[in-house]
């Protein structure tokens, strides 16, 4: 789908349909938003933001089958899923949690997010992971340091002082646009974490960094073989997740991955890493209450 074509039907009365239904979602009243966004699809029946906006009527109501019919269709109309019908179907429960975040949702989730990023992550929802990690960083100084998912650069900023050559990488263009202008990083590119790595000399990185960064990526496996390839024998993987309580990993009501740290212990170790420290933290704050987390420090084996 187009940018345009996420942002109005085309249509000025269902764009104000959307918009009325739009207030009343984020009011909490979902049976009249499930109405509006009804009588937007009569206006315009194949507008994938009002497809997805009443299945999340629908599923906040209560109403499974309906919302996973809708979540369904929306991949029928946008197949690169920048809506993250996906994500809604992994919360569901109807497809496993592994790839559920395309690589266009978080993309698009954070080009949109750019502009306010800063202000709003520290600002207004407590965020302190790149504080979290700065602190249990083992003492020294660091040559060749990894940003996955550096976004604009908070973490980078945080540790600038104790690194060699730092270099950066995010899905999104724009974040990675925001870090530029901070001229923090020695490097940086608009790349997926694993493409990314793969184009790293191997056992060339001393430190690798991801803050708050995995809840968009699902099964973490492949990045953990990345950046095990990456670094050097004496190097260190430090990082923050979401905590799950559960077994495994999941897409949680917030549409970012939650892990247990039973599955992070055996990822871990199944890539070649001896977990030194796991430690549970909140990295950032959601309706005004912590959100569960983990902060991990992982060395080669």
Partial sequence: MTSSSLRTSGDLLADRRFAYGAAAAKDGDHVAAADLFVQTLEITPDWAPAVVALGDARAALGETQAARALFERS?????????????????????????????????????????????????????????????????????H?????????????????????????????AMVEKARAK??????????????LEGEAAGAADLVLAA??????????????????????????????????????????????????????????????VVDRIEAVSARHDAGRPVPGFLLVLRPR
């Fill in 75 to 143: 991949l029928t109309l946008d197949a690169t899923d920048v809506l993250g019908a996906r994500a809604r179907l992994a919360r569901l429960g109807v497809i496993v949690p592994d790839a559920a975040l395309s690589h266009a949702y978080v993309r698009g989730l954070f080009d949109d997010y750019a502009e306010r990023f800063d202000s709003h992550l520290v600002g207004s929802l407590g965020y302190r992971a790149p504080d979290l990690i700065r602190a249990a960083l083992p003492p020294g100084d660091f040559k």
């Fill in 145 to 173: 340091v990894l940003d996955l998912g550096c976004g604009t650069g908070l973490m980078g900023q945080a540790v600038r002082p104790r690194c060699g050559m730092l270099a950066g990488c995010d899905l999104s263009p």
């Fill in 183 to 196: 001229a923090i990083y020695d490097r940086l590119e608009a790349a997926e974490l694993v493409a990314f």
């Fill in 212 to 273: 708050d960064v995995f809840v968009y990526v699902g099964d973490l496996a492949p990045v953990f073989r990345g950046v095990r390839r990456a670094l050097a024998p004496t190097g260190w993987f430090v990082f923050t997740v979401q905590a799950h309580a559960g077994e495994g990993f999941v897409v949680g009501e917030d549409l970012r991955t939650a892990h247990s740290e039973d599955w992070l212990r055996a990822a871990a170790a199944a890539a070649g890493f």
